[in-house]
């Protein structure tokens, strides 16, 4: 069956560093990717996507690679700053008018 | 447009109750999606429409949830009987297909938290 794996620890950084987050998936073939951002008892907000055949998108602080071979794709922020506090959800869509399957996320803390 | 609205924003029921969930989607966006979510997990899908025609609804889903989007506008999601496995957050989004990459890209609005207690 499909599945899409996040780390489900919460990832603890410093102000100022660069956060990486890990989107893993199998027996999937997307045709895209997106990242999303979760605040507590708030609706995902989209944030970036990227297609299948692209390697690296970036938006302001915020880059993603997408590996098809490992079926993987890295989420970083860099010079991360408290505000970016969230849990941060992939999403894998197969085309271009069907449903997105969601990840469990990865809560991100960013301390001072 | 102040993009997704959803109502209620927090129901408590009784197990065995019916409850019903209203969203307003982005009124340009002809697809419409609901999702549920617990607690440390993303969103699972339920269903989604195009306009009014219901295209796709989860094998996890049971008869007692029905949803309806009746003039390809607003939809309701319905639970009947419910159980408290069912207390969660119901998600509804809408989209529209990215004019760079041609992906879907959801807007979800805040949810309806359910309680059954």
Redesign the interface.
């Known amino acids: 069956s499909q599945k899409?794996e996040?780390n489900?620890e919460a990832l603890n950084i410093q102000e100022g560093k660069t956060a990486t987050l890990t989107c893993n998936y199998t027996n999937y073939s997307p045709?895209?990717l997106?990242w999303?951002r979760q605040d507590p008892?708030?609706?995902?907000?989209?944030l970036l996507?990227i297609?299948e055949n692209e390697k690296e998108k970036r938006k302001e602080r915020l880059k993603v690679t997408f590996d098809t071979t490992l079926k993987q794709s890295l989420f970083h922020i860099t010079a991360s700053q408290p505000a970016d506090s969230a849990t941060y959800?992939c999403?894998l869509?197969p085309?271009?008018?069907?449903?997105?399957?969601?990840?469990?996320?990865t809560r991100l803390q960013v301390t001072l | 447009d102040t993009g997704v609205s959803q109502n209620p924003r927090h129901k408590i029921t009784k197990r065995g109750q019916n409850v019903t969930f209203r969203c307003d989607p982005i009124s340009e966006h002809n697809r419409l999606y609901w999702y549920r979510q617990t607690l440390g997990q993303g969103p699972e899908f339920l269903t989604y429409f195009q306009n009014e025609a219901q295209l796709e609804k989860s094998r996890l889903l049971s008869d007692r949830f029905s949803a309806e989007r009746p003039k390809g506008s607003f939809s309701t999601l319905e639970i009947q009987r419910t159980e408290q496995g069912d207390s969660a957050m119901y998600l509804c989004a809408s989209s529209h297909t990215n004019r760079d990459s041609g992906a879907n890209v959801l807007t979800f609005g805040a949810g309806s938290r359910l309680t059954v207690l």
């Open positions: 899409i996040q489900s045709a895209y997106q999303y008892g708030r609706g995902p907000v989209f996507l297609r959800l999403a869509g085309g271009t008018a069907s449903k997105l399957t969601f990840g469990t996320g």
